[in-house]
C-alpha cells in the first residue's frame, strides 16, 4: 500500500463553509435578478436562488473534501483505494427499476383506479428505499482483524478473522480472495474468516477489504474499501521452484552465468559417471577408456561447513520472484538433507547475512529480500550465487 497524508478539515467544517456558499449564492441570485427585472420577478429570482443555493452548497462540498486535495492511497496494482461508498453494479438495478416505474405508471394512467395509483406509490417507494437506503450501513460498516497467522506461502490461501460492526459482505482486494457474509443480528459485532490468496511474496502488515450492504431489500449493492492492520505482521514466503543442481554454484567471471561443480579437495575415493557442470580436469581417462562412458574423480570434501548462499535479486519484479522461487527450493532441500545455510539477502534496512533456522525462517528472509540499493558492490563470490552481476 502507498499511503498519503490525510487532509486537514473535518465534516462539519466542510458542511458549515458548503452551507455560507449556498446561502450567498441563492442571495445573491436572488439580488441580481430583482435588480435586471424589477421586483416583479421575485419568483423567478427565488427559484434561480434555489438552483444557486444547491449548486453553491454541492461544489463547496466537493473542493473542500479532504480527499480532493490530497492523494488517497493506493493498491500494489496503481489502483487507487475507494474509501468512499459507492454502488455496486448500479446500471442493472436502477434501470430495472425505471423500467417498472414507468410501466407501472402506464397502467395507472390507462386505468384510473385509485388502488392502481396505491400500489404504483408503494413500488416507488419500495424501489427507492432499496436504491438508497443500503448506503448508510455500508457508509457506518467497519472491521477489524482479531486473528491472524505469521506466515503464509504465495499461491496457497490462509484465513484471517474480521469482526464486524453489522451484517456486510467482506470482499478481500489486497490480496485477492473470496467474498465472505458477516452474518448474525442485526446488531452487535459478529466474526467472520475471510479467505485471502496471495499470489506472490510479500511482508503484510495490512490487508485490504470491500465492505458491502444491499439491506433492506436486495435491489442494489453500497460498498466502500478499507484498509485493515494486521495484529503482527505476516510473511508471504515465496512459491518452491525448480531447484538448481546439487553444490552449484554460479561463475559471473564470463560474463552471463554457468552453473559448474566446485572444486574438490581432498583424498579420492573413487570415480563416478560424469554429470553436467564437473571440471574437466577431474576426468579420469583410463576408467572412462574402460567403460566407455565419460568418467569423473570423486573426491571425499568437508560436510561439516555450511552452505553459503548470496542472493542479489533483480529489480523486475517478475524477476526477482522467479529468482527467490529457485532459491526457496534450492536452499529447501539442503535444509532437508540437514546442511546448514548460511544465506545472504538485502533487506530494507540493509544486508542480511546469517543462518537459516528451517524452512519457516527461510521463508521470512525471502519474503523480506528486496533488490540492492544502486551503486552497491557485489557481494564476493561464494558457494551458491543468484542473481545478474552488478
Known amino acids: 500500500m502507498t499511503h498519503h497524508p490525510a487532509g486537514r478539515g473535518s465534516t462539519g467544517w466542510r458542511t458549515v463553509n458548503a452551507a455560507v456558499a449556498g446561502v450567498v449564492g441563492g442571495a445573491g441570485g436572488v439580488a441580481v435578478v430583482r435588480a435586471i427585472a424589477g421586483p416583479g420577478q421575485v419568483r423567478i429570482g427565488v427559484l434561480i436562488g434555489s438552483g444557486a443555493l444547491v449548486a453553491g452548497m454541492a461544489a463547496s462540498w466537493a473542493l473542500s473534501s479532504p480527499r480532493r486535495r490530497t492523494a488517497r492511497p493506493r493498491l500494489p496494482g496503481g489502483r487507487p483505494l475507494r474509501a468512499r461508498v459507492h454502488p455496486v453494479a448500479w446500471f442493472g438495478p436502477v434501470a430495472g427499476s425505471v423500467v417498472a416505474m414507468l410501466a407501472w405508471a402506464g397502467v395507472a394512467h390507462s386505468s384510473g383506479s385509485g388502488w392502481v395509483q396505491a400500489v404504483g406509490a408503494l413500488l416507488a417507494a419500495v424501489l427507492f428505499s432499496g436504491i438508497v437506503l443500503p448506503m448508510v450501513p455500508a457508509r457506518r460498516g467497519s472491521v477489524h482483524c482479531s486473528a491472524s497467522p505469521a506466515d503464509a506461502h504465495a499461491g496457497r490461501p490462509f484465513e484471517i478473522t474480521l469482526v464486524a460492526n453489522g451484517p456486510l459482505r467482506v470482499r478481500p482486494r489486497f490480496p485477492p480472495g473470496p467474498p465472505a457474509r458477516a452474518e448474525g443480528p442485526v446488531h452487535g459485532p459478529r466474526s467472520v474468516e475471510v479467505t485471502f490468496n496471495p499470489d506472490r511474496r510479500a511482508v503484510l502488515e495490512t490487508v485490504v477489504v470491500e ?30 521452484g525448480e531447484p538448481g543442481p546439487a553444490h552449484a554454484l554460479a561463475d559471473h567471471t564470463h560474463g552471463d552465468a554457468w552453473l559448474r561443480r566446485p572444486a574438490e579437495s581432498g583424498e579420492p575415493r573413487g570415480v563416478r559417471p560424469y554429470q553436467p557442470g564437473d571440471a574437466r580436469r577431474s576426468v579420469h581417462w583410463p576408467a572412462s577408456a574402460h567403460t566407455g562412458t565419460l568418467m569423473v574423480r570423486e573426491y571425499e570434501r568437508q560436510t561439516d561447513d555450511p552452505v553459503v548462499v548470496e542472493v542479489t535479486l533483480s529489480g523486475d519484479p517478475v524477476e526477482a520472484e522467479t529468482e527467490t522461487e529457485q532459491v526457496m527450493a534450492t536452499v529447501g532441500r539442503y535444509l532437508r538433507t540437514g546442511r546448514a545455510v548460511v544465506l545472504g539477502t538485502d533487506e530494507v534496512g540493509g544486508r542480511s547475512r546469517r543462518l537459516v533456522r528451517d524452512r519457516v525462517d527461510l521463508g521470512r528472509r525471502l519474503a523480506r529480500a528486496v533488490p540492492p540499493p544502486p551503486g552497491r558492490a557485489p557481494p564476493a563470490p561464494t558457494d551458491l550465487r543468484w542473481g545478474k552481476r552488478s
Open 211 to 240: 465492505l458491502g450492504s444491499c439491506a433492506p431489500f436486495g435491489i442494489l449493492w453500497w460498498a466502500k474499501e478499507v484498509e485493515v492492520s494486521l495484529p503482527r505482521p505476516l510473511h508471504v514466503a515465496p512459491r518452491s
